[in-house]
């Protein structure tokens, strides 16, 4: 294989996911944030199955649009609920851990297991999944509205290039829901936990159901993440960037055997001035992931693994102070 490292700072696209354990508000915030939601949700439902009935005159959609209302201002309520349970997951995790060291510090920020990584089989594809679903019925409303109700031609031209994207979003569903089917899962194993920053790493990677691939390249990359805030007027938008601070890419080469199930180490000399892993940290989260891409006839393999690459305790005394 053919390895090179990169400095130059490169922003990921794509389907991101954001990696940081922490939201900025406290859990309590987030439940109360979340209430009215649900409690909206709740209401809006229960009159547009007619459990609840309206004052005549006062419904100027139909009711299976009022239940579609309620379903997503519930859905969301309940997203907000799961932030504040995982995040309260992670706050009593970091208290139930009292060692000073390394190992300790790397539970502290993120709930590793210290023999390796393994991502979920279809973890991926439920959630690009269930984001299709929430943007198909959240379209639906405004097909309603544009085609049904009969919208001005503004309103119809932007809900029909909404829906084509919608398919592309289903689409996309396809291709990794493919994946997770055809490949099983795959896993890293860490020759020592946690890595050290500047330090060499090595990396055991493992995967089922591979065949030769025409080409591919396994990453390891350090990764800054935080959200973009732009005003306009007084709208407010966010958006997650995650930007590459420094990787090391190995690269098949034509010649390279590929051999389904064999363990394979990729050896790695991060520079010493990189940065050190970072989830639980605000408002830049920084992590290290494995990535690699492989590409075959049929769907291409392609997975993520997080890399614990942290700071020496010395380094560690040395930010605190």
């Known amino acids: 294989m053919h390895y090179h490292e990169s400095t130059e700072r490169t922003r990921l696209s ?44 006062s419904v100027h959609a139909p009711y299976w649009v009022l239940t579609i209302c309620g379903f997503l201002f519930f859905l969301a309520g309940l997203f907000l609920w799961s932030k504040a349970i995982r995040q309260y997951r992670a706050k009593r ?63 119809v031209i932007m809900v029909a290039i909404f829906d084509a994207l919608l398919l592309l979003l289903w689409g996309n569903f396809i291709l990794v829901l493919s994946r997770a089917i055809r490949f099983p899962a795959s896993r ?20 089922q159901g591979i065949s030769q691939p025409r080409a591919g390249s396994f990453t390891l990359r350090c990764v800054e993440e935080w959200w973009e805030v732009t005003a306009y007027h007084s709208n407010r938008s966010r958006r997650l960037v995650q930007e590459i601070a420094w990787s ?24 010493i001035q990189a940065l050190a892993t970072r989830l639980s940290s605000l408002p ?23 890399v614990p690459v942290y700071a020496s305790v010395e380094n560690l005394a040395d930010a605190r102070v």
Do not use: C
Not at 35 to 53: D, E, N, R
Not at 199 to 204: A, V
Not at 248 to 270: M, R
């Open 248 to 271: 090391g890419i190995w690269e098949l080469e034509a010649q390279d055997k590929f051999e389904p199930g064999k363990n394979y180490e990729f050896k790695f000399q991060p520079p």
């Open 188 to 207: 890293i194993d860490f020759t020592r936990f946690p890595y050290l920053v500047g330090e060499p790493l090595t990396i055991r990677w493992q995967a």
């Open 284 to 306: 830049k989260v920084v992590f290290w992931e494995f990535a690699v891409k492989l590409e075959m006839a049929g769907p291409d393999f392609v997975a993520d693994y997080l």
């Open 14 to 57: 794509g389907q991101l996911i954001p990696r940081g354990t922490q939201s900025g508000f406290s859990v309590a915030g987030i439940s109360l944030f979340g209430l009215p939601f649900v409690a909206m949700g709740v209401f809006v439902m229960l009159i547009g199955s007619k459990v609840i009935a309206a004052q005549p005159g």
């Open 93 to 155: 995790r970091h208290s139930a851990i009292n060692s000073d060291t390394i190992a300790a510090e790397a539970m502290r920020d993120f709930p590793w297991n210290p023999r390796g990584f393994k991502p979920t089989r279809f973890g991926k594809a439920l959630q690009t999944g269930a984001s299709a679903v929430f943007l198909t019925l959240f379209l639906s409303v405004f097909n309603w509205w544009a085609f049904g109700a009969h919208g001005p031609l503004p309103l």
